[in-house]
T-cell receptor, first 115, second 115 residues
């Protein structure tokens, strides 16, 4: 079965500092990995995805994520945080060998960026 | 282009009442799904569909019914509402690619309270 773990309920960083939101996954085969962001009272928005190829994936709003197969991780990063990055972030996974199945989400990590 | 439209945005029910949450998309997406979002639980998949006439259960299907008579619509039915179904519900859709790397488009959510 597919699963995703986001070990931190909340991450606090100061504006201008680098940020990392952690994600680990479990699939029987190879993964497709996604990050979504949810701003207050809104639906989720797509940030970036890893399919294959370069382990460093660049996405929207200056975010990037690094795929590490040996550690089964897909951590979200940004070199310099903005207050406007404060939101709820979700990691999600799908097994490549189960293309017709649904995306499984983690529990989410609240990012709080202080000025 | 409206994207994914969910109605109603807010609903209060009494225990035992029935209701339908509506979801419609105008992007000709084959894949549609329903998630519920609860504090500390993240997003959990209720039901999904890979095309008209085809539905399948997700992680938490009990107490919910779905049908997919058209490509555009994927209603979620609560036959006898329970307080445990108090949640925010999100509908999401995407193209169904052979690779499985499809990106979900989310609706704005429907907040349901069951008294």
């Amino acid at each position: 079965a597919q699963s995703v773990a986001q070990p931190e309920d909340q991450v606090n960083v100061a504006e201008g500092n680098p940020l990392t939101v952690k994600c680990t996954y479990s699939v029987s085969g190879n993964p497709y990995l996604f990050w979504y962001v949810q701003y207050p009272n809104r639906g989720l928005q797509f940030l970036l995805k890893y399919i294959t190829g370069d382990n460093l994936v660049k996405g929207s709003y200056g975010f990037e994520a690094e795929f590490n197969k040996s550690q089964t991780s897909f951590h979200l990063k940004k070199p310099s945080a903005l207050v406007s990055d404060s939101a709820l972030y979700f990691c999600a996974v799908r097994d490549i060998n189960q293309a017709g199945t649904a995306l499984i989400f983690g529990k989410g990590t609240t990012l709080s960026v202080s000025s | 282009n409206a994207g994914v439209t969910q109605t109603p945005k807010f609903q209060v029910l009494k225990t035992g009442q029935s209701m339908t949450l509506q979801c419609a998309q105008d992007m000709n997406h084959e894949y549609m799904s329903w998630y519920r979002q609860d504090p500390g639980m993240g997003l959990r998949l209720i039901h999904y569909s890979v095309g008209a006439g085809i539905t399948d259960q997700g992680e938490v299907p009990n107490g919910y019914n779905v049908s997919r008579s058209t490509t555009e619509d994927f209603p979620l039915r609560l036959l006898s509402a329970a307080p445990s179904q108090t949640s925010v519900y999100f509908c999401a859709s995407s193209y169904l690619t052979l690779s499985g790397a499809n990106v979900l488009t989310f609706g704005a959510g429907s907040r349901l309270t069951v008294l």
